[in-house]
């Protein structure tokens, strides 16, 4: 992700705040309510969102994770390219061993 993105993201994050919060006062609530409801909302939100961060990190469904499997899988892959015929079948029965 770009800085610019994090930026946004942010900038957007705190905007939807403020309009929570001036949603909550249009619907009635006093100024007061609608600040504890909506950085009530706030964290909530913020929390949930760490959470599933957590959640990724300890099932190790992370995009590096992914990276790293992808870099690996494409290794593997074109050194069973490079092979000769003669190498497959030698390979084949050592794993027929095992």
């Known amino acids: 992700m770009r800085r610019i ?3 946004a993201i942010g900038m957007g994050v705190f905007a ?4 929570i919060y001036l949603f909550l006062q249009l619907v009635g609530f006093d100024s007061l ?3 504890i409801w ?3 909302l706030f964290i909530t939100v913020l929390l949930a969102w760490i959470l599933s961060y ?3 990190v300890g099932n190790k469904n992370m ?3 992914q990276q790293i499997k992808d870099y690996e899988e494409a ?3 074109k050194r069973l ?3 000769t015929p003669e190498e497959l079948e030698k390979l084949q029965q050592e794993l027929e061993k095992d």
């Open 16 to 19: 939807t705040g403020g309009v």
């Open 33 to 35: 309510s609608a600040g």
């Open 54 to 56: 957590l959640w990724r």
């Open 5 to 7: 993105d994090v930026i």
């Open 38 to 40: 909506s950085q009530a």
């Open 75 to 77: 290794v593997l892959q």
């Open 81 to 83: 390219d490079e092979m």
């Open 63 to 65: 995009t590096y994770n």
